[in-house]
C-alpha cells in the first residue's frame, strides 16, 4: 500500500496569513496516461463529509476560492491557502488515487493563531 | 441534484452484525463505482472498501482490516449500495460513509452525510 504522511499535524496561523500543509507518499503517484499526480486535498469541517478541494494534485475543483492552491511532483505535495480565513479553519486530508486501495494522510488540523 | 443517503447505522454488540445502505440519485449510478470510507471518533479517514460496476464484473475490494467479515454489494435497480458487517469488534466504532469518485476532465467526488455505527457491550 502507498502510505501518505503529512506534516505538520497542527497548525495556527493569523488570519490573512498563509498556511502550507505537506504531504509526501511512499512511492510516485504520477499517472502516465496524463503525466499528472494522482491526488486530491479534501477539508472537513466538525460533523461534515470531507469536501474536495483540489484533484490532480493541482486542479482546483468548480467552487473552491482561488486562496486555495495545490502543488508538487514525484512524491512531494503542498496545499497553500493563501490568505487564511475564519472559515478555513478545518481538518485536511490528502489522499492517493493511483493505485488500490485509496489512501489517505493523517489529517491536519488547522486553527486560527 | 446528486446525492447519496447512508442509513442502517446504530449501536450493536461485539460479534454482532449490522447492514448499512447508501441510497444514490442524481447520477447514473449503474455507472459508478461505490465505496465505503470510515472514520473513527476523532481519527483520520481510511478506505472500507469498493465494489465496481457491473459491467466490469462488479468485483469488490477490502481493506485488510474487515476483509472476510464485511461485504459490499450493490442493487442497480433500486440504486443502493450496501454494506454488510459481521463479526463486528469495538475498532470498527465509526462514522461510515459511502461515496463515488472520478477524475478525468472534471471530478466527480460525492459523499453522503455518514451513518453512525458503535459497537460496545
Known amino acids: 500500500d502507498i502510505v501518505m504522511t503529512q506534516s505538520p499535524d497542527s497548525l495556527a496561523v493569523s488570519l490573512g496569513e498563509g498556511a502550507t500543509i505537506n504531504c509526501k507518499s511512499s512511492?510516485?503517484?504520477?499517472?502516465?496516461?496524463?503525466?499528472?499526480?494522482?491526488l486530491v486535498w479534501y477539508q472537513q469541517k466538525p460533523g461534515q463529509p470531507p469536501k474536495l478541494l483540489i484533484y490532480?494534485?493541482?486542479t482546483r475543483e468548480s467552487g473552491v476560492p482561488d486562496r486555495f492552491s495545490g502543488s508538487g511532483s514525484g512524491t512531494d505535495f503542498t496545499l497553500t491557502i493563501s490568505s487564511l480565513q475564519a472559515e478555513d479553519v478545518a481538518v485536511y486530508y490528502c489522499q492517493q488515487y493511483h493505485s488500490s486501495p485509496p489512501t489517505f494522510g493523517q489529517g491536519t488540523k488547522l486553527e486560527i493563531k | 441534484e446528486v446525492q447519496l443517503v447512508e442509513s442502517g447505522g446504530g449501536l450493536v454488540k461485539p460479534g454482532g452484525s449490522l447492514r448499512l445502505s447508501c441510497a444514490a440519485s442524481g447520477f447514473t449510478f449503474s455507472n459508478d463505482w461505490m465505496s465505503w470510507v470510515r472514520q473513527a471518533p476523532g481519527k483520520g479517514l481510511e478506505w472500507v472498501g469498493q465494489?465496481?460496476?457491473?459491467?466490469?464484473?462488479?468485483?469488490?475490494e477490502y481493506a485488510a482490516p474487515v476483509k472476510g467479515r464485511f461485504t459490499i454489494s450493490r442493487d442497480d435497480s433500486k440504486n443502493t449500495l450496501y454494506l454488510q458487517m459481521n463479526s463486528l469488534q469495538t475498532e470498527d466504532t465509526a462514522v461510515y460513509y459511502c461515496?463515488?469518485?472520478?477524475?478525468?476532465?472534471?471530478?466527480?467526488?460525492?459523499w453522503g452525510q455518514g451513518t453512525v455505527v458503535t459497537v460496545s457491550s
Open positions: 512511492q510516485s503517484i504520477l499517472y502516465s496516461s496524463n503525466n499528472k499526480n494522482s
Open positions: 465494489i465496481k460496476t457491473k459491467a466490469e464484473g462488479g468485483t469488490t
Open positions: 461515496r463515488t469518485t472520478y477524475y478525468g476532465e472534471s471530478a466527480f467526488d460525492i
Open positions: 490532480w494534485a493541482s
